[in-house]
């Protein structure tokens, strides 16, 4: 049964970079025709969709913030990462990983919240 | 963008009840809908794909409906683990982004 797991700051200053990792366990990341992908909370509300990559590289990103999203993957490593760049207090939220077959979410990583503040 | 609209807000059901969640999007998703479930403190756990296949170890008191601009989500007789919000998710557009209805709370009445 394959797992996610995020990792990074809980806490970054307003206008860094936010940098987050998913790890995967209990299985490859390169095996099947999966992507992996990044969304996120504020609390108390909806669920956003960030973005997604695949193994090879490629990857979509929501318009909305695709100026300031990098998604990387590490093959080697069986992790996937998330930078998101000049952040300010909107972008205040808990940040869940998840394994995307054909935008179907069917695996999600606990989250890790994820505040910007001085 | 796609933009889902989900009704009620908010829904009071008494447990043994059945509930019904409506998700409307703003053009056809065709059947690319999905259905979450998500409690206080965790991630949101994918219930329905496809529209109104259950997604694996999904009881059968859950159930999908609908395509096009259209969703149905019945829970047939509400358990007392079945009070969360639940969220529609549509995948047609391409290229991405999916995007997200803004939930539904399932609460006792």
């Known amino acids: 049964q394959v797992q996610l797991q995020e990792s990074g ?19 490859s990341i390169s095996s099947g025709s999966y992507y992996w992908s990044w969304i996120r909370q504020p609390a108390g509300k ?3 969709w960030i973005g997604r990559i695949y193994t090879s590289g490629s990857t979509n990103y929501n318009p909305s913030l695709k100026s300031r999203v990098t998604i ?17 207090a909107a972008d205040t939220a808990v940040y869940y990983c998840a394994r995307d077959l054909a935008g179907i979410a069917s695996h999600w990583g606990q989250g890790t919240l994820v505040t910007v503040s001085s | 963008e796609i933009v889902m609209t989900q009704s009620p807000a908010t829904l009071s059901v008494s447990p043994g009840e059945r509930a019904t969640l ?27 794909y496809g529209a109104s296949t259950r997604a694996t170890g999904i009881p ?12 149905t989500l ?13 969220y529609c998710q549509q995948y047609n557009n391409w290229p991405p982004p999916w995007t997200f209805g803004q939930g539904t709370k399932v609460e006792i009445k």
């Not at chain 1, 936010?18 to 209990?26: A, I, R």
């Not at chain 2, 703003?26 to 949101?44: E, F, R």
């Not at chain 2, 059968?60 to 969703?71: D, H, N």
């Not at chain 2, 047939?76 to 969360?84: G, N, P, R, T, V």
Request: net charge positive; charged share 15%.
């Open chain 1, 46 to 48: 909806g669920l956003e």
């Open chain 1, 72 to 88: 990387s993957v590490d093959t080697s490593k069986n992790q996937f990462s998330l930078k998101l760049s000049s952040v300010t």
């Open chain 1, 9 to 27: 700051p809980g806490l970054v200053k307003p206008s860094q970079t936010l940098s987050l990792t998913c790890t995967v366990s209990g299985g």
């Open chain 2, 60 to 71: 059968a008191r859950f159930s999908g409906s609908g395509s096009g601009t259209e969703f």
């Open chain 2, 74 to 86: 019945t829970i047939s007789s509400l358990q007392s683990e079945d009070f969360a919000v639940y």
């Open chain 2, 22 to 48: 409506s998700c409307r999007a703003s053009q056809s998703v065709s059947s690319n809908l999905a259905w979450y479930q998500q409690k206080p403190g965790q991630a949101p756990r994918l219930l329905i």
